[in-house]
């Protein structure tokens, strides 16, 4: 019993400090070779619990809107998990002309 609850110890407490590193992963959509990379743009939305927020990425063309990009070169997204997954970040990058 001594050497079972040893190893659910263990195995919690990787399970703990696996789950605290930020996951971080990317999207990349398109890039097109002809448009110099000149302006870069960002939004991000934060979900909290799962619930509350914008449940989705930023959109794409808003965010080169509110850059003022118009001709898009490349466009990034990328989710982030929070501490103990009380929320999630949600990243659209824009860059272009």
């Keep these: 019993m001594k050497k079972l609850m040893i190893v659910f ?3 919690f407490a990787v399970a703990v400090f696996s789950g605290c590193a930020s996951r971080t992963t990317m999207v990349n959509w398109f890039t ?3 448009v110099i990379m000149e302006l870069r743009g960002e939004a991000t939305n934060i979900v909290w619990f799962g619930v509350f927020g914008e449940q989705n990425y930023p959109s794409v063309e808003q ?3 509110d850059n003022g990009i118009t ?3 490349t466009v990034e997204r990328f989710w982030r998990l929070g501490t103990f997954g009380l929320w999630i970040e949600y990243t659209t990058i824009v860059t272009g002309q």
Excluded: E, L, N
């Design 32 to 34: 097109t070779g002809d």
């Design 71 to 73: 001709r898009i070169a």
């Design 9 to 11: 110890a263990i195995v």
């Design 63 to 65: 965010v080169a809107r």
